[in-house]
């Protein structure tokens, strides 16, 4: 899913009647949350796709990218939309921090047609391809810790597809359909591509697959587009990615299309032997002598044993929900500087202190804002068995029924989770309600405030369940919510008892 900002008119009056104009609203989701515009977006040819309009996120503020597939045949249309829900619901689900995040769909029914729409998230630093290219334009080489890296963050996100249940076979993994951001993150578009491809063959759309691109035909294998194909295909996309990566451009010696021999060319000209041999286990032409995501991720150009350091973060931000509201800042602020916080001892030499000051807050401070972001993922403790995708919750047919409008809205479900939680319980004088207050902070540091009263027959699950049910919460961050209210109305209940000190 290549995403391109389109050009500007030149002149300062162009540009500011262009951007008004492509800043004009066209359309709104039935939830008025999502605001298609007039500008277009490259999708990277994703089949079935009739076009990809830029759109706001009114509720975050955010961009998005407004994607539409059209059916001319309603009854076309109807003899698949199982199949397609269900498509749309298994994609929500995906969940993963190199991953381009799909945020949302629903159905938009007319008299002569019928429309899928969707929502993804918008990739406005640009694609893989775009970086390496201004990376030989500079006469610069790739450094190895990024390659290392970003190897690293492409292969935790092919594991994770391939070990949902069903597998995602990604089928289209490029350059181009791969992004980087400006803080080195690398997220992956385009998982949908190869299931448009099988559920939208009847669909209309001007999208035509990488591999119709001569330019990119090299990034698939002999085995590509047969009944034979499996996760290989990834296998051996991402392997030309990482020569790619690592030469900054397989050349083509002026083809049309980048041969078997320049690939090989390529291959022996890293330095690297286990860089070089890393490579070439993934272009290997037999599909089933390729490795897969997970056991790539142990081999010795990437395997590392994590530090202390690392693990603490991944640690800390997993628990991030139990600790209060800024205490790693608190928690720095009130070390002594000159304090030692570990000695490293010698027999023969003195040893090494380590000091509070030797430590910079705002290195730290970034350091865990990168393990959150997925930067640096813990993939190397991934169990090689399959994971199932969850299922959002939704309502039974006979509610869909039953609770029908001219304009049904469609389903919400929280995507965002939650990273810290708080929470205030005032009994009455009687004893006979609590008082709820709330405090959550979601992952993308927005807030969200929940007040109730629950009665002494109330049990955590029951409330959890229901904030999962009017998409207060995520369903993934249920059991966390309830393990901490059973505790704090345990403790507020302590409290109360008669005798208690308070």
Request: proline letters at 5%.
């Amino acid at each position: 899913m290549t995403m391109s900002v389109p050009e500007r008119n030149s002149g300062s009056e162009g540009k500011e009647e262009e951007s008004e104009d492509e800043s004009e609203i066209l359309e709104e989701s039935p939830c008025g949350r999502w605001q298609k515009r007039k500008e277009q977006v490259s999708q990277g040819n994703v089949p079935g796709v009739e076009s990809a309009s830029l759109a706001m996120d009114t509720e975050e503020g955010v961009e998005v990218v407004w994607n539409e597939v059209l059916f001319p045949d309603k009854k076309v249309f109807k003899s698949q939309e199982d199949k397609i829900k269900e498509m749309f619901e298994n994609l929500m689900q995906v969940e993963h921090p190199n991953i381009v995040k799909f945020h949302k769909y629903w159905l938009d029914m007319r008299e002569s047609q019928a429309r899928v729409i969707f929502i993804t998230e918008y990739m406005s630093s640009g694609s893989l391809k775009q970086f390496l290219k201004k990376t030989k334009k500079n006469h610069k080489t790739m450094n190895v810790k990024a390659w290392k890296r970003w190897c690293t963050q492409i292969l935790s996100a092919l594991s994770y597809l391939h070990s949902l249940e069903p597998p995602i076979i990604h089928g289209n993994l490029t350059c181009d359909t791969i992004f980087i951001q400006h803080n080195g993150l690398i997220k992956i578009g385009s998982v949908w591509h190869r299931l448009f491809v099988n559920v939208f063959p009847d669909a209309q759309g001007k999208g035509r697959p990488h591999r119709d691109e001569q330019r990119n035909h090299h990034f698939f294998p002999p085995e590509y587009g047969t009944s034979e194909d499996d996760y290989a295909i990834d296998i051996f996309s991402f392997g030309i990615c990482a020569l790619e990566m690592a030469v900054l451009e397989i050349q083509a010696n002026g083809d049309a299309v980048v041969s078997k021999e320049a690939i090989s060319s390529a291959g022996t000209s890293l330095e690297d032997p286990l860089m070089k041999e890393f490579t070439q286990s993934c272009v290997r032409q037999e599909a089933k002598l390729r490795p897969t995501a997970h056991d790539l991720l142990f081999h010795r150009v990437l395997f590392e044993v994590h530090s202390l350091k690392l693990l603490a973060a991944h640690c800390l931000i997993s628990n991030q929900y139990l600790l209060p509201e800024n205490c790693v800042e608190e928690k720095t602020k009130s070390f002594d500087p000159n304090a030692v916080m570990g000695e490293i001892s010698h027999r023969d030499r003195p040893g090494v202190q380590l000091k509070y000051s030797h430590v910079s807050p705002l290195e730290l401070d970034k350091f865990l804002e990168d393990v959150k972001n997925g930067i640096y993922p813990l993939m190397n403790f991934a169990s090689s068995r399959a994971y199932p995708v969850p299922r959002a919750l939704s309502l039974s047919q006979e509610q869909v029924e039953a609770v029908k409008t001219p304009t049904p809205e469609p389903q919400e479900t929280e995507t965002r989770k939650v990273i810290q939680m708080h929470c205030n319980l005032e009994s009455n004088e009687e004893g006979t309600k609590t008082h709820l207050s709330l405090f959550l902070k979601m992952d993308d540091k927005l807030h969200r405030q929940l007040s109730c009263d629950i009665l002494p027959a109330d049990s955590s699950k029951d409330l959890a369940n229901e904030l999962v049910h009017y998409a207060f919460i995520n369903e993934e961050d249920c059991e966390k919510l309830t393990l901490f209210l059973e505790d704090a109305i345990s403790k507020h209940l302590r409290t109360q008892a008669p005798g208690t000190v308070q």
